[in-house]
């Protein structure tokens, strides 16, 4: 306690020396002076440079970070479309060679039945032509 009672009098005391010498205790504790206008420009002037720094600092990073998440998801998006169309063409491949295997089989068969009618129709004839072999099958009982 006694030093905190101690300090609060060296002002009280500093005071009263300072008045004993001829000068007024008011003299002592003038007011700080109010900074001038050029000072305020200057002040509002350095604030408004720290602010646009700061915030040009974060915005190139927005936008770093943006760009790479834009290059990221366009890989990503780009890869999942080649291997969409390799398996897409895979099937379509598939797809097209079973279809043209089922369409070269149907055109076997049409083709199989029609010649196979076509002999029927041709031994029928044949049978009526005399001296073909179908004539002469056709003699016999």
Same mark, same amino acid.
């Given at each position: 306690?006694?030093?905190?009672?101690?300090?609060? *009098?060296?002002? !009280?005391? *500093?005071?009263?020396?300072?008045?004993?010498?001829? *000068?007024?205790?008011?003299?002592?504790?003038?007011? !700080? !002076?109010?900074?001038? $206008? +050029?000072?305020? +420009?200057?002040? !509002?002037?350095?604030?408004?440079?720290?602010? %646009?720094?700061?915030?040009?600092?974060?915005?190139?990073?927005?936008?770093?970070? =943006?760009?790479?998440?834009?290059?990221? =998801? %366009?890989?990503?998006?780009?890869?999942?479309?080649?291997? /969409?169309?390799?398996?897409? %063409?895979?099937? #379509? $491949?598939? #797809? $097209?060679?079973?279809? #043209?295997?089922?369409?070269?089989?149907?055109?076997?068969?049409?083709? %199989? &039945? &029609? =010649?196979?009618?076509?002999?029927? +129709?041709?031994?029928?004839? =044949?049978?009526?032509?005399?001296?073909?072999?179908?004539?002469?099958? /056709?003699?016999?009982?």
């Amino acid at each position: 306690m006694k030093n905190t009672a101690s300090i609060r *009098l060296l002002p !009280a005391a *500093l005071a009263l020396a300072l008045a004993s010498i001829g *000068l007024p205790a008011a003299a002592q504790t003038q007011p !700080a !002076a109010e900074p001038t $206008t +050029v000072q305020k +420009v200057e002040n !509002a002037g350095e604030k408004a440079w720290d602010a %646009t720094k700061s915030g040009t600092k974060k915005a190139v990073s927005a936008t770093e970070s =943006g760009a790479e998440k834009a290059w990221d =998801g %366009t890989k990503k998006t780009t890869k999942k479309a080649w291997n /969409a169309t390799k398996s897409g %063409t895979k099937k #379509a $491949t598939h #797809a $097209t060679g079973n279809a #043209a295997g089922k369409a070269g089989t149907a055109v076997s068969n049409t083709a %199989t &039945a &029609a =010649g196979d009618k076509t002999r029927q +129709v041709g031994d029928k004839i =044949g049978e009526k032509i005399p001296g073909t072999p179908q004539n002469e099958a /056709a003699k016999k009982p």
